[in-house]
């Protein structure tokens, strides 16, 4: 599909070392045919890791040097978000930002410079706190979206337009003029 220029983008792939769900080194050697592919077709990655950054890091800077990547559904810790920012790759955030316990990647949110965030509703998971524990669905996007407007004290609207904007940078939706395809 890559080939045929029907993806905008790779993944989401990764390593999740939370759940254990295939071995380690298994879960490295597929993440390393990502970047190649990723790289082979010019195309944005995104990244989702889980409990695995130092292996994430020192992949990514072996096979995956200046490249573009998305952090989704991001859940690591502040030296984790530098780390991620320093490569120059953007963070998404869904709706565990809106959780009662979400003081920690509050500070997080703190930390990423607005032209590097995007927002997600990793649906059908992680419905935001109005909705917790229903199907999540796009439309409940705009709670996520409301809880980093007000960390980051701008209003929705302009946090709609920046994240959007981000977007379709990251995905490389603009054409030589600069406007969206
Ligand atoms: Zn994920």
């Not at 010019?42 to 040097?65: G, N, Q, T, W, Y």
Request: proline content about 3%; hydrophobic content about 40%; some cysteine.
């Amino acid at each position: 599909m890559a080939k045929e220029k029907k993806l905008i983008a790779i993944g989401e792939t990764g390593l999740d070392y939370f759940y254990g769900l295939s071995k380690k080194d298994l879960q490295k050697k597929y993440l390393i045919n990502y970047f190649r592919l990723a790289i082979k077709h010019k195309l944005p990655l995104i990244l989702h890791c889980r409990d695995a950054f130092l292996d994430l890091f020192e992949i990514a800077d072996k096979e995956f040097v200046d490249q573009k990547a998305l952090l989704h559904c991001f859940t690591g810790t502040q030296k984790e978000v530098r780390n991620v920012l320093d490569r120059g790759w953007y963070v998404s955030f869904s709706g565990i930002i809106t959780f009662k316990n979400s003081n920690d990647l509050i500070e997080i949110v703190k930390i990423c410079p607005l032209d590097r965030i995007l927002i997600e509703t990793d649906s059908p998971l992680l419905a935001p706190q109005s909705k917790r524990g229903k199907l999540n669905e796009p439309a409940y996007v705009v709670e996520t979206a409301q809880m980093i407007a007000s960390i980051k004290n701008v209003s929705l609207e302009e946090i709609a337009k920046i994240t959007f904007d981000n977007a379709m940078k990251f995905y490389q939706m603009f054409d030589k003029n600069g406007h969206i395809l």
